[in-house]
Structures are given as structure tokens and as C-alpha cells.
């Protein structure tokens, strides 16, 4: 534990423990709120092959949580922790374009 806190600049075992439960609500809801999300653009089990369907699942989750972990973030507290999390992230996505002024 005391390696991830330094890892990740956190200074106590409670901003830890918030940390990892913005982890936990975020991954949730997003994966909540993408069912209704890919029905409404018409994307269903039913409607296509499952080797389809699942990737563009994934594709229409990945934006969601991305938002969602910052949100959350902030409502914990944890605004600069994620917010920088989510621009590493994205740097080593190849999306580091989008924070550059």
C-alpha cells in the first residue's frame, strides 16, 4: 500500500481508500449507464454478432468512464488526482493532443 501511495503521490491511507472507491463507483456506473446508451443508438445482443457488439460496447463505455472518473473525482475530493490521472492516461493513449494549449 505504501508503495501505490507513493506511486501515485497520495499522503494517507484515506485518500487511498477514497481513491479506490472513486475507482469502484465509477466502473460501475458506466457500465450501468452504457446499456441504455447503446440501446438507444440501436446496439443490441440481438441485433448483431456478439464479436461486434461487445467491442463497440467497450468503445461507447471507455468515453463514459473517462468523464465519470473525473466527476466523481471531484465530487470526493479528488479533482487534481484524477484530473491528472486522466491526462496520463490519455498521453499514453496517444490522446495528448487534447490538453496540449
Known amino acids: 500500500m505504501d508503495k501505490l501511495k507513493e506511486r501515485w503521490g497520495l499522503t494517507s491511507n ?3 481508500i477514497v481513491v479506490f472507491t472513486v475507482f469502484a463507483i465509477t466502473g460501475s456506473t458506466a457500465a450501468y449507464l452504457t446499456k441504455p446508451v447503446t440501446a438507444w ?3 443490441s445482443k440481438e441485433s448483431m454478432s456478439l ?3 461487445w467491442p463497440l460496447r467497450i468503445l461507447i463505455l471507455f468515453p463514459i468512464y473517462q468523464v465519470m472518473l ?3 473525482g471531484y465530487l470526493f475530493g479528488q479533482f487534481e488526482f ?3 490521472f ?3 492516461m490519455l498521453k499514453r ?3 495528448g493532443f487534447l490538453f496540449k494549449n
Do not use: P, S
Open 51 to 53: 464479436w461486434l457488439y
Open 70 to 72: 473525473v466527476v466523481f
Open 41 to 43: 443508438l440501436g446496439i
Open 86 to 88: 486522466e491526462k496520463k
Open 93 to 95: 493513449l496517444g490522446l
Open 14 to 16: 484515506l485518500q487511498l
Open 82 to 84: 484524477f484530473w491528472n
